[in-house]
């Protein structure tokens, strides 16, 4: 009987030390885990920024040579270089870009991306550094009958799914069909498949009228304004670098040439 006892007395006393050095391991002790490391030593470590895109000239185009090139391609590519990291530039599914985020397929959406409440939740995002505004673009020879948003109610819109633009369209309830790009939407309505289109006033300005290849389409009602901002993971300490980054492109002049060069001067967040 008595080994009996000394038995169970062991083997409880042998449950308590596996449970007090679990508890230990949890709370911190010699026994944890180790710090996990920041976003911006993650990418530090594996040597590369990794940038989610779309083709939206004139943020991020390619040129002749197809190399990936624009006002927000040049400035990652600067802050890469600051970094000591390569850039590399991965179209995405603009309406997964949160998923892409998320599962580290990519660091960062620097894409001309709309500060709206889905994003700002969702990202760790960096201050505005552009403004911008959703417009509506239709053919040139029928401007003159949409002039107002009372006027769009009978229209079919092509927008860019999860865009801004998408946002805009379904908040007032009128007809969308989403597509892959902001440029999709404008082929839309130069094939005549889309009465009408919402992109950014960015592109507008750069792709459609006299000198582009869309000088048949125009813009015309500005459904709202709204600013650009960099997404990165949610709490990660890049947001914050690239703030001190653009800080030190706006002392220095740099962002105000690069601005100059694709035509987005006037549009620059004043600091």
């Known amino acids: 009987m008595k080994r009996r006892v000394l038995s169970m007395l062991l083997c409880a006393g042998l449950v308590v030390s596996m449970l007090a050095g679990c508890g230990s391991s949890n709370d911190g002790g010699s026994g944890g885990d180790t710090a996990e490391a920041s976003d911006m030593d993650y990418v530090k470590e594996k040597g590369t920024l990794v940038v989610g895109i779309t083709n939206f000239e004139p943020m991020d ?3 002749e040579s197809g190399e990936w090139v624009g006002f927000d391609a040049d400035l990652a590519r600067q802050f890469a270089e600051e970094l000591g990291v390569e850039i590399e530039f991965v179209e995405i599914d603009w309406d997964n870009k949160i998923l892409e985020l998320e ?3 990519i660091d960062c959406v620097w894409n001309g991306m709309t500060l709206t409440e889905e994003v700002t939740s969702s990202m760790e995002c960096t201050d505005a550094y552009l403004e911008n505004a959703q417009v509506v673009v239709v053919p040139a020879d029928v401007a003159d009958q949409y002039q107002d948003e009372e006027s769009l109610a009978d229209l079919n819109f092509a927008a860019e799914a999860g865009s801004a633009g998408e946002e805009e369209l379904e908040a007032r309830e009128l007809n969308v069909t ?3 790009a902001q440029a999709d939407a404008l082929m839309e309505v130069a094939a005549g498949t889309s009465d009408a289109a919402v992109i950014d006033l960015l592109m507008a ?3 459609i ?4 290849s869309y000088s048949d389409l125009t813009y015309t009602v500005h459904l ?3 600013e650009y901002g960099v997404g990165f993971r949610k709490g990660s300490d890049l947001a914050e670098e690239l703030n001190d980054f653009i800080a030190g492109a706006y002392e220095d002049g740099t962002i105000q040439e690069l601005a100059e060069k694709y035509g987005v001067q006037d549009m620059m967040v004043e600091k």
């Open 61 to 63: 185009y390619k040129d």
């Open 103 to 105: 599962g580290k397929t």
């Open 178 to 180: 989403p597509v892959t």
């Open 205 to 207: 300005v750069a792709m």
């Open 209 to 212: 009228g006299e000198g582009t």
């Open 224 to 226: 709202n304004t709204e």
